[in-house]
């Protein structure tokens, strides 16, 4: 029969406590503008999913009543009301195309090039042989 007797086995991983200072250290660095949060996230020592929840837990998301479209959910304060639902805007006509025009860079070589409109396909077949 085998048992384990090794303390270091028994023992396993440890979940680590974070202070509310470092918590607000982190959210703090997290919230400049571009910053990656992953970045400091890693440069901290802790899991970016962990910096997201903290950021999330700071800034009372948690405290919010969700509004429906359906009906609406009355709020202690006004703030928490959620934004109302993307509203399409309609955008005038654009004119007609009468030609393609496609400009092309690889490597120190630049090309410009205008097609017509009725020949799509053999712009789209030229520029798959150019790029090969």
Known sequence: MNTIS??????????????????????AACSQPGVSIAAVSMAHGVNA??????????????DRVPVQEDRAVETASPKLALPPPFVPASLPPSPPLSEIRVELRRG?????????????????????????
């Open 49 to 62: 999913n962990l910096a997201r929840r903290w950021i999330f837990d700071a800034s009372g998301a948690r």
């Open 6 to 27: 090794e303390p270091s086995i028994l023992i396993g991983r440890r979940r680590r406590k974070h202070s509310d200072e470092f918590k607000v250290q982190v959210v």
């Open 108 to 132: 120190a070589m630049a090309i410009s090039v205008t097609w017509p409109v009725g020949a799509a396909s053999e712009c789209a077949a030229w520029m798959r042989e150019l790029l090969r």
